[in-house]
């Protein structure tokens, strides 16, 4: 007997991405990194090590370590959020599945933005839902504009997911346009699902969340990986009210159990004084690393690009120099850079690469050079 997978994942496969990242060879400057080049700080270390040493390694309950559920809480404590309307899951990945699970009807409708993060399309389907894209468009700068999402939205509608600072643009959405959009959906009895896992990682003004905006509306996911530097500790939350998040816990229960024990006691020292401070250390470095990629960039023929506002990806506009899949194809077999099309991101990145400047200083300069000689620069 030939075992067969079962027809929903019919046309899911690796990312693209993925697929880059494993066609480079050894040595490869990486530009496309989608996690901070650092170690974990210190603080966060010694506390996971402290864990182990004091026999932090079974089972927490189901939601969580109550005392990281509260710390999470304080970052919403202008929503009155407490312990209760929070649940530790196993990266943001998780809780993003976790939320589709609880929210979405099978033959529901999802609204994901384009270009976005690859894994929205890929998880409503895997629930049993339908992938409706909205456009991001290129000449608004990859802004959101509530008439766009609206347009739409379907008796079928489940979910909305809105996303910022974007992943690959950097971008953070007008303050009205959210505004406008979370309450029509308040109207119509849709929820929203915010993902704001770069949230922290801001650099020019505040970007506002729709759980400022519409708080009983909806739900946050965030988590630990791209702020403090702890992709493989696998910490992330959802966030949202009680009666939801106890649904959830659920539905995560039947899924992983729990978040690692001796994960969720290093992430506990996050929230510290110590952990703020290697916080806002990291963003001050990312702030350095963007404007040099920047500076390199400025050096490079016939490109466009905006600095990013959030995150760590400028999304540089290559159409003039053909196109984009092709263009990071022979950048990493010719010049050994990795590079993202924009193809990886929807249809709407077409003609872009994305560039992280979660690398170190000298990969940046290196690995933006090189293209540019690959672009005749």
Not at 71 to 96: F, N
Not at 247 to 276: E, I, K, M, N, Y
Not at 303 to 328: C, K, M, N, Q, W
Request: hydrophobic share 40%; aromatic share 6%.
């Amino acid at each position: 007997m030939s075992l067969k997978a079962a027809r929903r994942l019919d046309g899911i496969e690796r990312t693209l991405i993925r697929k880059i990242f494993d066609r480079a060879p050894n040595g490869a400057i990486n530009l496309g990194l989608g996690q901070p080049d650092l170690p974990s700080p210190a603080v966060v270390c010694l506390a996971g090590i402290r864990g182990i040493v004091e026999q932090h390694t079974r089972y927490t309950t189901t939601a969580g370590d109550e005392e990281l559920r509260r710390a999470v809480a304080q970052r919403y404590a202008a929503h009155e959020v407490g312990p209760e309307s929070v649940l530790i899951t196993v990266g943001s990945q998780e809780a993003l599945y976790v939320a589709c699970l609880t929210l979405v009807e099978e033959g529901g409708e999802v609204l994901y933005p384009d270009p976005g993060y690859p894994a929205y399309p890929t998880v409503a389907r895997l629930v049993g839902a339908v992938p409706v894209s909205y456009p991001l468009p290129a000449e608004r700068a990859f802004r959101l504009t509530a008439e766009e999402v609206e347009r739409r939205l379907s008796e079928r509608t489940s979910l909305v997911i809105l996303s910022a600072p974007s992943n690959p643009t950097g971008v953070c959405h007008p303050a009205d346009e959210l505004q406008r959009l979370v309450w029509e959906l308040e109207r119509r009895g849709i929820a929203w699902l915010s993902d704001e896992v770069y949230a922290s990682l801001i650099f020019d003004g505040p970007s506002p969340s729709p759980a400022e905006l519409a708080p009983a509306g909806g739900v946050v996911i965030s988590g630990l990986s791209k702020e403090m530097c702890m992709t493989g500790w696998r910490i992330g939350w959802l966030v949202g009210p009680p009666q939801l998040i106890e649904r959830a816990t659920a539905v995560h229960q039947h899924v992983v159990t729990c978040a690692p024990s001796v994960s969720q006691r290093a992430a506990l020292a996050a929230f510290g004084s110590d952990g703020l401070h290697a916080r806002r250390t990291w963003v001050e470095r990312l702030r350095r690393r963007r404007d040099l990629m920047g500076r390199e960039l400025a050096r490079l023929p016939r490109i466009r690009y905006a600095t990013p506002e959030g995150g760590f990806y400028y999304f540089v506009d290559v159409s003039a120099h053909g196109e984009a899949l092709e263009l990071a194809r022979r950048i990493l077999d010719r010049r050994e850079v990795v590079t993202i099309p924009g193809e990886a991101f929807g249809r709407g990145g077409a003609g872009y690469l994305r560039l992280s400047f979660a690398a170190g200083e000298t990969e940046i300069e290196r690995g933006v050079a090189r293209i540019g000689e690959e672009l005749g620069g």
